[in-house]
Each structure stands twice: as C-alpha cells, then as structure tokens.
C-alpha cells in the first residue's frame, strides 16, 4: 500500500511538472548531448533532427493542408544541390548558401503549387510523384551541373574564421536550426495561417466561401513545406559530405510520407515522434534493408489499424488515461 501511494505521488509529480521545467531539462539534455555521447549516437541524433524539418514541413503540406505530395525528396535535392553547387562552384559562403537553399527549394515548390491548384487526391499525388522523379533525372543525366553519377563532394561548413568540421559542431547546427524551425512551424500553425491552412483540408469550398484564398495559401503551403526540406537537404549534404542523385529517389519521398503518416497527421509532435521512429528504424535493422521496403509498409499498416492518429495519438489516449486513473 506504501508503495502504491509513492508510486502516486511520483507520477503527480511528473504529471505536474511546469512547461517551463521541461523544456529547460530537454536544453540541458540535447546541450550536453554530444560531449557525453558516441559519436555514432551523435550523427544518428543529428540525422533525426534533419529528417524532422523535412517532416514537419511535409506535415505542413499535407497533415495541415491536407495536400498529398509524394514528391519531396526533390525539394531536399534542390535544397542539397544548391548549397554545395553554389559553396563548391561558385564560392559563396555557407550562411548564404545556407538560406538560399532553403529559398531555392521554396521558389520550385511555390511553382509546382501553382500548375497543381485544381487538382485533388490521386491526380495531385500523381503530379507531384512527376516532379520528385523528374528532378532526380534532371540531376542524374545534366552532368554538367550536378556531377551525375559521380556525384558532388559537398566541403564542411564555416562561419568567419571557424570550421564546423567535428560531429558536435554539426549537431548543433542541426539541432539549433530544426529548434528554431519547429518553434516557428508551431507559432504558425497557431495562427491566422494555420487555421486557413485546416479550412482547406476540410473543405476547399467552404473555406474559399469564408474568404479563404486558395491559390495563395494553397502555394504558400507548398512554398513553405518546399522550404523546410531544402534546408534538411543542405544540413544533409553537410553533414554526409557527399550527394548524388541516388540519394533522392522516389523510395525517399515514400520514406518522408511514411513518417507523419507514423507520427501523426496535422500534428507538429507527430511529426517530430515520426521522424525520431523511422530514423531509428534502418539502424536495428541494418542487416536486413533489403526488407525495409516492406517494413516501412507494415509499420504504416499497423499504426493505421491499431491508432489511425499515429503515435502521437496514443500518447494523447495514454496521457489522458493517466489523468483520469482510477476513474
């Protein structure tokens, strides 16, 4: 019985623990991370961090908007290739090629929002799978600007006189920029914006009767989302040092799909829960990627069978079980 009252008492502790609280305990965390960690462990958690901003920004376009794209790993291609071909090629320092990858990827998806905007379920899943393959062909056979096959060997990034060379250096990189993204992902989907983009994943036509233009935010949700996979695509590049056009086949868009279906569709923490899973996923089973296709296809089919939410549903069903115990 002593027990059972501590246990209580503990879990209405953590239960009750401020917002403020835990989110200084997670700084303290992923601050003293890497100088504590492997460094396997560190690239692993940095390769987390890359795959959330490309998820919550596909999580933007699709969770939110509710417009399907199966074609994002060419806006991480454009975002990869520009950083490297303007840092290598043309000599541009790496904040600036930094930012303009991420605009790079923005300009192309507001391009591809544009010819897309009558078109609904399986035709605008088709246009954008069209695209995502007809970038990886682009950079596959234009040799002249991305290498081909051989490849672009991308140089580490620097600010003035300090090169980000080390793991932890990188790690922070990515771990400040994904931070700060989120934070404003959140903030966005909070907004006036967020809440057109909902109205139109409900229904087009009625938002559009409440005064919702759809082609500015429908482009603005892809420009947006685009945005967010071209800045993974630089921290990518950075961070494995080397790209070619394999590495953005359409095996990655379905990869990127598969973890805010995972995660939770229309939610910023399904997004993060997702990606965090399905990183982790090709590492435990490192010895059988042949399978992994079909892992991918199995996890998605059980997550929708047993929590169509995703796992940031059964967190919110388990959350409220715990509030709600013995009742």
């Known amino acids: 019985m002593e027990l059972r009252e501590r246990y209580e008492e503990d879990l209405a502790l953590v239960l009750g623990l401020p917002a403020w609280l835990g989110l200084l305990v997670a700084l303290a965390v992923l601050v ?30 699709t969770g ?21 071909l303007l840092m290598v ?51 596959t056979n234009w040799e002249g600007l991305s290498g081909g096959r051989m490849g672009l060997f991308i140089p580490k990034p620097s600010i003035g006189p300090w090169t980000l060379a080390s793991e932890a250096a990188l790690y922070y990189l990515a771990v400040g920029t994904t931070g700060v993204l989120t934070w404003i992902a959140y903030n966005l989907v909070r907004s006036h914006i967020g809440r057109a983009f909902v109205a139109i994943r409900d229904s087009d036509v009625a938002a559009e009767v409440m005064g919702v233009n759809l082609m500015v935010y429908k482009t603005l949700a892809f420009g947006l989302s685009a945005f967010y996979a071209g800045v993974a695509g630089a921290l990518q590049g950075h961070l494995l040092g080397y790209i070619e056009p394999q590495m953005f086949t359409l095996f990655e868009s379905i990869y990127y799909f598969s973890m805010i279906v995972v995660g939770g569709l229309g939610t910023i923490p ?30 998605i089919i059980f997550i929708m069978a047993v929590e169509p939410w995703g796992l940031y549903g059964r967190w919110l069903r388990i959350k409220w079980w715990l509030k709600t115990w013995p009742f």
């Open 89 to 139: 090629r043309v000599g541009v320092p790496f904040p600036f090629a930094f930012l303009l990858s991420g605009f790079s990827a923005a300009f192309f998806g507001f391009l591809l929002g544009l010819p897309v905007l009558r078109l609904t379920g399986p035709y605008l899943t088709i246009a954008t799978l069209g695209f995502g393959i007809a970038v990886h062909q682009v950079l």
């Open 270 to 299: 399904g997004s993060i829960l997702g990606a965090v899973l399905m990183t982790i996923l090709p590492q435990v089973l490192s010895g059988l990627r042949e399978w992994l296709p079909i892992v991918y296809g199995g996890t």
């Open 64 to 84: 939110y908007t509710g417009q399907i794209s199966l074609g994002h790993a060419g806006f991480v291609a454009i975002g990869a290739y520009t950083a490297g």
């Open 32 to 61: 003293l991370f890497p100088l504590l960690a492997p460094r396997y462990l560190v690239y692993i958690v940095t390769l987390m961090a890359i795959h959330i901003l490309v998820a919550i920004g596909l999580n933007l376009l």
